[in-house]
């Protein structure tokens, strides 16, 4: 037995300027990154003030994947020492966030053929990365830009990679309507789990566009075109937990609480908190995207026409049997 928290209410505590936009937060919670629109520029601000502090930017390389150098998606290392970005120009860029100076660049055609990047991840050693690309999946030695496995087993785009908390493990989710279990060093896949349309809102298939692991590596969040959300039990089944209803398009983030037990989704037109030991959803936020749960797991902060909000989430203290079920 073991008392768990799971939110119940969420409250709207402050409202940023419309000029910023939240995708990622960092590890200590003090700071936000968004990529700019229409050039290959990260700008980073701080949540606590709301003011920019620091911009990475390179040149745009119009020899590279057709001059379509902007980035698709930005994350910090999870020591907060780098900034990594990459994007349909078939870059990945990481940066010193202290002085700004781009430290790795790998490039399509250079050191592997990526096509567009979609997702990248950093070991908390600094010395592995993940790619997520149009041509599979990638793991790299850092600061040599050496590669080490091309994981072929997707048949489509991997849009989103991760890994898992022993970091000998990376989650990929895929165009090709899987999400994969795979070993680093080696690229064995160890689990596959297939999202279907179940209801047949997609005529063109259902993209794993987003997956996110908990912190003890036995749940699996996964999203996609279809609206659903998935939670899969990465140790025993190959059949989702639940299957969870509520978006009205396609979703594009999840993100779990270090539990396990609650998480966010984020479609293009509305953010869901759920409930993850029951399936029910405990709100929506509409005309709310791209939700990131900050690392206190008492707020969140999403996007909104209006500028970036910060929410406050309130619990309730539950003492339950903890079995997970699938």
């Given amino acids: 037995m073991k008392t768990i928290q799971i939110p119940h209410e969420i409250e709207m505590v402050r409202q940023y300027d419309p000029c910023l936009r939240a995708s990622c937060v960092s590890s200590d919670g003090r700071w936000c990154l968004f990529q700019d629109e229409d050039l290959p520029k990260v700008t980073m601000w701080s949540i606590e003030e709301g003011k ?28 907060g020492h780098f900034v990594i970005a990459g994007g349909y120009g078939g870059r990945v860029c990481i940066w010193n966030l202290d002085t700004g100076e781009l430290v790795e660049s790998i490039i399509d055609g250079v050191h592997a053929y990526l096509g567009y990047v979609m997702s990248a991840a950093i070991d908390g050693n600094n010395k592995i990365m ?12 850092l600061f040599r830009a050496e590669l080490i496995v091309h994981f072929k087993k997707h048949s489509g785009q991997v849009n989103s990679i991760a890994f898992t908390p022993d970091e000998k493990h990376a989650v ?42 908990s912190r003890d590596g036995k749940r699996v969040l996964s999203g996609g075109s279809s609206k659903l959300l998935w939670l899969w039990n990465s140790r025993r089944t190959d059949e989702p937990v639940f299957v969870l209803r509520g978006h009205e398009s396609d979703i594009w983030i999840a993100q779990l609480s270090s539990d396990g037990y609650w998480g966010v989704s984020g479609s293009r037109s509305e953010t869901i908190c759920w409930n993850l030991r029951d399936g029910s959803q405990i709100v929506k936020l509409e005309n709310s995207t791209n939700p990131v749960i900050l690392p206190d797991e008492e707020h969140l902060i999403a996007n909104t026409p209006a500028g970036p909000c910060l929410w406050k989430l309130y619990f309730k203290a539950k003492t339950q049997n903890l079995m997970f079920k699938p």
């Avoid at 680093?184 to 987003?210: E, I, M």
């Fill in 172 to 213: 990929s989710a895929s165009a090709d309507e899987t999400v994969r279990i795979w070993e680093v060093l080696s690229g064995h896949q160890s689990k596959v789990f297939h999202q279907a349309d179940l209801d047949r809102n997609d005529p063109y298939g259902n993209f794993a566009n987003t997956v996110t692991v």
């Fill in 52 to 79: 920019v502090s620091r911009s990475f930017q390179i040149e745009n390389d119009r020899s590279i994947m057709g001059g379509t150098e902007k980035f698709r998606s930005v994350s910090f290392s999870r020591d």
């Fill in 130 to 141: 993940l790619v997520g690309a149009m041509y599979g999946a990638f793991v790299f030695k």
